[in-house]
């Protein structure tokens, strides 16, 4: 990531303001799916944002790690979990995922939203414990114009074929996968 990058995306976490506790959840493209994210052991929450998410998995039950290149969004994340009870549950880090995920235990969930580099797809699949979950989502080419940035058509059931299939969907400019190990 550059650090045009980094400036921009804390630009955007600053002109956003602190999340409002009331906002913490799963990304919308998983409602309907709540009961099959576990309520202990480790999650891994990538290009974690302000940690809605996060903070929603450490109520739980889960011990959360949030890592994000906006020092900005990591703030607020971080001030997010103490608002809402959980800050001893969640560790949040700035991460260039660019160099790979960061160290870790094994997670019994790995979350991802909007976020998409295919150099990880590996290392998300090595990270997940058995039995974990893992729920991506990123900007698609399905119902949208390409873009470096968007997941051509199939490529995350493909990225993750080797997992037990849940649910995925691809429309609007969105796709997303939930799968399990």
């Known amino acids: 990531m550059t650090d045009k990058d980094r400036v921009r995306w804390d630009e955007i976490y600053t002109a956003s303001g602190p999340p409002q506790a009331d906002a913490v959840g799963l990304p919308s493209v998983f409602a309907g799916f709540e009961d099959l994210f576990p309520t202990a052991g480790h999650a891994l929450d990538l290009a974690c944002g302000q940690g809605l998410a996060a903070v929603w998995l450490a109520r739980r039950g889960m011990d959360v790690r949030g890592c994000d290149v906006s020092q900005v969004a990591i703030d607020q994340a971080r001030d997010l979990a103490r608002r809402c009870g959980v800050g001893d549950r969640c560790r949040f880090d700035v991460v260039d995922l660019d160099h790979g995920l960061p160290d870790g235990p094994p997670a019994h969930v790995v979350v991802c939203h909007r976020f998409r580099d295919r150099?990880?797809?590996r290392a998300i699949i090595r990270r997940l414990a058995p039995g974990g979950l893992v729920a991506v989502s990123?900007?698609?080419?399905?119902?949208a114009q390409p873009g470096p940035f968007r997941a051509a058509p199939g490529e995350l059931t493909a990225a993750f074929a080797?997992?037990?299939?849940?649910?995925a969907d691809e429309a609007d400019g969105v796709a997303w996968v939930l799968a399990r190990r």
Not at 162 to 167: D, F, K, S, T
């Open 119 to 121: 150099r990880l797809d």
């Open 138 to 143: 990123a900007l698609s080419e399905v119902g």
């Open 162 to 167: 080797e997992l037990e299939p849940i649910a």
